[in-house]
């Protein structure tokens, strides 16, 4: 059985214009790695409604799950929520639970909920919430898009919120043999083992040192006796 | 006018199973912003043929210009060279002008062009040749796509071979403001601002610092008077 399939959203014209250097992808594809969700592929995309919204119903579509990060704050270009909510044909509103969550949280504080932050308790119809012990302000889950924050300490909070209630595969194993040979010389025989071993998924990460040229190759599967014949046998190619 | 359109492709299963943290989105994003190239998209995407020519062929198709990283090594995954070929319906084989490169490259430290590393030079008909300084192998353009090395030090060599032949439009000017302030209690006098300067674009990116609340405002454009405008009347709402 193959493992389920994933997508993520990076919503944010801060992104794509250079200021900031995305770190969700990355920790978003090791947890996913980690559970044995195959993490398929990724988007990003400005803070435009059309494009958010056909995004989210090719990714919804095409894969089982789907990640968003971003624009779900309280400003006015945090569209996010109500571009699922389009996205899904679904009302959205200020919902009770989620203004609930965010007036005691800033009750606490003796922070003032106005408008501005009562935009961060619009949520579709139908959605679930996802948790956020970090700021309050919930995430949601509306069919199989989980809405989370750009700022990476929350969007991990809310990834952790999220993990548990995913249904994984088998977890990804992935092991790892430095060839210090030109990744032209290591090429034939990964090619053949490659061929050899087509469950398993070989890659080929050069690299140069000192001046000196080699590879990492990076075996994955899920059988852990396969890898290690296979790395066996390469490891042989070349002594 | 407004500034030509762009997008990335990302190949690679090392970014997607979170072994490898990219950075080719990142500096592509900062050299194209300021040549006035707006990008518009990123997609990452694994080492499938069927998934690979199908983001080219729409992201070629919806943008002026598309630039690819990743999957033009020696190694029987780097399959970007075939893939752009299908997507565009050419013939490719190993080309005499790559294979020269290659040659004389391979001859100067003594290394045998093998068959692996001759696959390198496997260019499609009509394509146009990019020039690499760090390690010979080319990466090419064929019709709007720019195909480049996945090596963070390889790309940005060939970004720079590539950026004087791409017609910019206006530099995207960026000035930021920093307002020790909830986003909660910035978003209604940001709101305001963002509709009195509808060609400007404003973004609100929080922090928490020493237990106290922030965000950095910055507010984007091509018009520096009336970015001026824009944050000197932010500033004066803040003090």
Known sequence: MSNPTAA???IGDEILSGRTRDSNMYYLAGQLSEIGVDLKEVRVVGDESDTIV???KALSAAYEYVFTSGGIGPTHDDITADCIAAAFDQHIDVRDD???ILAEHYAKSGTELNTARLRMARIPDGATLIDNPVSAAPGFKLENVHVMAGVPSVFQAMVASVIPSLTGGAALISKTLRI???EGDIAGPLG????AFPKLSMGSYPFQKDGKYG???VIRGTDEGQIDD????????FT
Not at 232 to 237: D, H, M, R, V
Request: net charge positive; glycine share 8%.
């Open 98 to 100: 989620a203004r609930a």
């Open 8 to 10: 993520m959203l990076v």
């Open 215 to 217: 590879a990492n190759i």
């Open 54 to 56: 056909a995004a989210v």
């Open 180 to 182: 210090d040979r030109g």
């Open 192 to 195: 053949a083992l490659a061929a």
């Open 230 to 237: 296979a790395l066996s046998q390469l490891g042989a190619a």
